[in-house]
């Protein structure tokens, strides 16, 4: 198929690799403001060098910063990319989406499909352009800014998906499968957003290790040495709160280290040895600064999303509200008042809590 990655960073490195080594045709597109990151490389190139679980060289059809001439002939197109791009690229798309194209919010990062639908100017209803998301990126990866992308850990059960309208998940995981074959049916798009486990993880690591992380600039591994027996405690105290909302829905979620092992990053299903010494997350690095998508994507979108859910489902979240609002003080700016992605942004304020459920 002709296949398009809307993203050029670690995420959509890896996937445009993978679907590329799959006998795929695939064009890779990045916003003029990030061009330097990896697509002048990939077009010297004419392709993406992998290492890691995905080892070799992947031919790339296209690698530029024309939307239309990356959309041209795709079938399948993955939008690849941290949730504060999802509604750019939506806008950017929009003049060239056509009938019969399959578009995957890969991951969501909370209904991401909704923001993407809500940006171009798709019905909700209207499925002659199929819009679907993932729960999250089949994969651990880092791309260095130069065309190379070492992917850490790469998996296949444990990937959830859902489309909008609900009718279109069979052909949506009937497009994933050819690479994901594991890929599983989510009721909805509210579980795929829920068991995206990043929120979890990410802002407790980064606001216990903030000291850490600005003196060094990240030079400490993020996973291995990052995470504590304190810094497990609250992430507990955070999955706690997203599993009684999912519960409050009526929408079945894993927990974060139960998923991690059936994904294949762990071995051990708790919230401190069990990431510290996970396999799949061993060598990554911390980021390089404490306002990355870590604290202005993992808090900024999806758990303002979670509490604004959670307040129409009348559930408590004394918790994830503590850490909006330290990582509102850290990032310098009230992310809750920003409502970057809330039930309204999302055209889902006006909805019951019974009309959530069934989404």
Known sequence: MNVAVIGSG?????VAAEWAQNGHRVSVYSAAEHAHDNIPALAANGGIHSEGRLAGFMPIAYAGTDIEAALDGAEVVF?????????????????????????????????????FKRA?????SDDSVLVGETSTLPYA???????????????????????V???GTPRLLETLRQVYPATEAAASIL??????????????????????LERTHGGFKFYE?????????????????????????????????????????????????GYSTAPGFRGIGAPDRIDSRYLTEDIGYSMVFWTDLARRMTVETPVMDAIIAIGS???????????????????LAEMTGEQLRNL
């Open 120 to 124: 171009a100017n798709l019905p909700v």
């Open 10 to 14: 670690n995420g959509g490195l890896a």
């Open 329 to 347: 003080v850290v990032l310098g700016e009230d992310v809750r008042a920003r409502g970057a992605r809330t039930l309204k942004s999302t055209g």
């Open 191 to 212: 579980q795929t957003s829920l068991q995206n486990g990043n929120p979890v993880i990410h802002p407790a690591v980064t606001l216990l290790n903030a000291g850490l």
């Open 79 to 115: 939008v690849v990319g941290p949730a504060f791009a999802t509604e750019p690229h939506a806008r950017a798309m929009a003049p060239h989406l056509h009938t019969g194209m399959v578009v995957i919010i890969c991951p969501t990062s909370c209904v991401g499909t909704l923001a």
């Open 225 to 273: 040495e990052g995470i504590t027996p304190s810094v497990g405690r609250l992430m507990e105290a955070v999955d706690r709160e997203r599993l009684a909302i999912a519960a409050a829905l009526g929408v079945t979620v894993l927990s974060e280290p139960d998923v991690g092992v059936l994904e294949g990053y762990m071995v051990e299903s708790n919230y401190t040895t």
């Open 141 to 163: 990866s880092r791309a260095d800014g130069q065309g190379t992308v070492h992917v850490y850990h790469r998996f296949d059960t444990g990937l959830f998906a859902a489309a």
């Open 165 to 167: 309208p609900r009718a």
